[in-house]
């Protein structure tokens, strides 16, 4: 499990660990944004374990300020520049794997065809809410050049869309983790993600995925 804060991590895993699970977690420190950090991470894997199976690439930043510069600039080194950086540093250990897996957690908000949709219940966005969508159109980007760019080794890429659940992507308050009482359970977004480690959704691999299937670019 990887976090900004290992503080966090370590919470985290001590909540997950007492609700009961096969296998073991461990922690390790890792900002998208810090060139040191993602190298660090890179090396305790390598270390501890030789490979990496399945790279999540998680990390993400709703970030809806007032400023155009600071809301592009902030999503973009996030949600955008942080994971190309992650998944070409950690693709060595990746290629080490018999069964690799390269998984970019995206949203719906970021399908252009669901955008230019006006039948779509995403056409129409939040106020300021542009460069967190730009942020996952991009990112849907960089998941399909490297199903490309790699499509004759034994890597698998997904971009997949989590759902609208309950997370701090939005902020910490009650009403933004809720989405004001509208979002879904987390678990949800973890199934799907399983199902594409298990092998379940083998066949839609190179796509844009959601628990029931496939979305337009």
């Not at 993400?60 to 600039?73: K, L, M, P």
């Not at 890597?155 to 009482?181: D, I, M």
């Amino acid at each position: 499990m990887a976090s900004r804060s290992l503080e966090k991590a370590e919470k985290a895993m001590s909540e997950i660990e007492a609700g009961g699970i096969k296998g073991l977690l461990s922690t390790v420190q890792l900002d998208v944004t810090d060139d040191k950090s993602i190298e660090q991470a890179v090396a305790f894997v390598d270390q501890n374990f030789g490979r990496l199976d399945v790279l999540v690439n998680n990390a993400a930043i709703g970030c809806r300020d007032s400023n155009v510069r600071t809301r592009f600039q902030l999503s973009m080194d996030t949600n955008v520049v942080g994971p190309a950086v992650v998944a070409a540093a950690f693709r060595p250990l990746l290629f080490k794997s018999q069964k690799p897996y390269s998984i970019y957690v995206s949203s719906g908000m970021g399908s252009m065809a669901k955008a230019s949709d006006p039948k779509s219940p995403t056409y129409q966005g939040l106020s300021n809410g542009e460069a967190y969508r730009a942020s996952k159109a991009a990112l849907n980007m960089i998941a399909l050049q490297e199903s490309i760019e790699f499509r004759s080794t034994a890597l698998r890429v997904f971009a997949l869309c989590p759902g609208f659940v309950r997370s701090n992507l939005r902020g910490q308050t009650e009403e933004a983790r809720s989405g004001g009482g509208k979002a879904g359970d987390p678990q949800i977004s973890g199934q799907t993600i399983l199902s594409v480690i298990q092998g379940e959704r083998d066949a839609d691999a190179g796509q844009f995925v959601h628990k029931d299937g496939i979305y337009p670019w």
